[in-house]
């Protein structure tokens, strides 16, 4: 059978910060958080794929309708015998009319022997143009640039040169489109896809992330079973699975199966070895009282104590044989409420306060073992009290833990000497009757239970006896 993981100290747990011990963690997060990022990723790749085709489509189109107008108005015009241009060109398109449009045509005499100039009525006044040395003709009389408008607007001109008759005359053409309004156009069309996008990424993140939250049920179910197989309301995970999770639940309940067996057997050892040692032992005990003397007492003291540790370590060894099987659940304010109450009646000249919290807390573990860690603590505390022992029960914040404080007004423990009051069978004080094994019984269960006890000196004069155990939720 492979070896447990260690568990992790109660110390480590409750120094860790809360966010590393939760949220980076959850799968569901992880998985989200990757699904949210891609998504993201991908509409921003979709938004720029968009919108350059989109700016490349727009462009072109805007070049294609200005050199349709350009033919049109070179198909337009024609020249007089004096050789003035003549004609009445219509683009077919109202903003060559609305002054200041941003939308011009213009013709100019090229050659000699050519005079005169016709312009669209918008064009209130002359655009500038560079010369042929700034941006030359192409092999076809034509070329393409950007000038500033009347208005201050980005204008896009084609021009090209034509010979309008067997003269060889000749004249220049532009026709003009506002490039400005072309660009408010795209960044129109980029504000609109950006919102639908994230519309549509908003509404598919959301979906993504439902679906996952559901995809994870099966766990949460297991997670569930588990909760009640900890709490002993079931002994085994109950329902159908999906297929990926069906082996895992079919894994942990052959390793509750398993875990179950190990305890019976633990028990039924010990039950063996304890019945196996009574008989000698009660012999011993008998024939040392029947010895008499001082011989007869050294067999009896030594049989009692040889009696004290079997039982002890017994006990150690069923502890030890719960620890790695299904916790058990144990209130734990019903019972410190019961013992302070008994160990009251038998010491009615000491004062008992006890302090409680409003929420019920659960002790992870055997009743039997929390009887005899409070018991032991009780009983060190009424040993050497003056007069007053106080019981506080509390929830650690932010942690699944417990804390039981006993503390009291007697002489106390110094510091150097608490180690040493752990010890097994060691007494600081011989006038006080008892074997030396109370303190060391604690502390062997508080650590079976992975658990933490201090000895501390109380406000009250005495010993503060603490102990931090596991709670469950």
Do not use: C
Not at 192 to 215: H, Q
Not at 240 to 251: K, Q
């Amino acid at each position: 059978m492979s070896r447990r993981r260690k568990a992790e100290p109660l110390a480590t747990i409750a120094r860790k910060p809360f966010a590393a011990r939760l949220w980076p963690r959850s799968l569901a997060f992880r998985v989200i958080a990757f699904s949210t990022l891609w998504a993201i990723l991908t509409l921003v790749v979709i938004f720029t794929l968009i919108t350059t085709l989109y700016r490349q489509a727009s462009e072109r189109g805007f070049d294609s309708l200005l050199s349709a107008h350009l033919f049109n108005l070179i198909g337009s015009v024609g020249i007089s015998d004096n050789g003035a241009l003549t004609g009445a060109p219509d683009l077919g398109d109202l903003r060559f009319s609305e002054p200041n449009s941003g939308w011009y045509w213009s013709v100019e005499p090229a050659s000699e022997g050519v005079h005169g100039e016709i312009h669209s009525s918008s064009m209130t006044t002359s655009v500038l143009s560079p010369s042929v040395a700034e941006v030359p003709f192409n092999a076809n009389f034509q070329r393409s640039y950007s000038a500033e408008g009347i208005k201050g607007e980005e204008l896009e001109v084609f021009e090209s040169e034509f010979v309008l008759d067997a003269k060889n005359r000749a004249a220049r053409f532009r026709v003009m489109g506002n490039q400005t309004e072309l660009e408010q156009e795209i960044a129109t069309f980029q504000r609109r896809l950006l919102t639908y996008l994230s519309l549509f990424g908003v509404g598919m993140i959301a979906i993504n992330a439902i679906a996952i939250l559901i995809g994870l049920q099966p766990l949460r179910r297991v997670r569930n079973a588990l909760a009640m197989v900890r709490e002993g309301t079931a002994q085994r995970l109950d329902g159908r699975f999906p297929a990926e999770i069906e082996p895992l639940a079919n894994e942990t309940n052959a390793l509750i199966e398993n875990n179950k067996r190990i305890v019976e057997r633990s028990r039924t050892q010990v039950g063996n070895l304890a019945h196996s040692l009574k008989t000698p032992l009660a012999v011993l005990l008998n024939e040392g009282r029947a010895l008499g003397g001082a011989k007869g007492q050294l067999i009896s003291e030594q049989a009692a104590s040889m009696q004290k540790q079997v039982d002890h370590y017994l006990q150690r060894a069923r502890v030890a044989a719960q620890r790695d099987s299904v916790v058990y659940r144990t209130p734990v304010m019903p019972l410190v409420q019961r013992m302070v109450r008994v160990l009251q009646k038998l010491k009615p000249e000491i004062k008992l306060t006890l302090s409680l919290p409003a929420a019920e807390i659960i002790f992870g573990g055997e009743r039997e073992d929390l009887e005899e860690l409070l018991g032991n603590l009780l009983d060190n505390a009424l040993k050497w009290a003056k007069g007053a022992v106080a019981v506080a029960v509390a929830a650690v914040p932010g942690v699944s833990l417990f804390e039981i404080s006993i503390e009291d007004d007697g002489p106390g423990i110094p510091e150097d000497k608490a180690r040493e009051a752990l010890k097994r069978g060691r007494r600081l004080d011989e006038t006080k009757p008892g074997t030396g094994l109370g303190l060391a019984i604690v502390a062997d269960l508080v650590n079976e239970y992975g658990g933490v006890l201090a000895l501390e000196r109380s406000a009250m004069g005495g010993l503060k006896a603490v102990v931090r155990l596991r709670s469950l939720q």
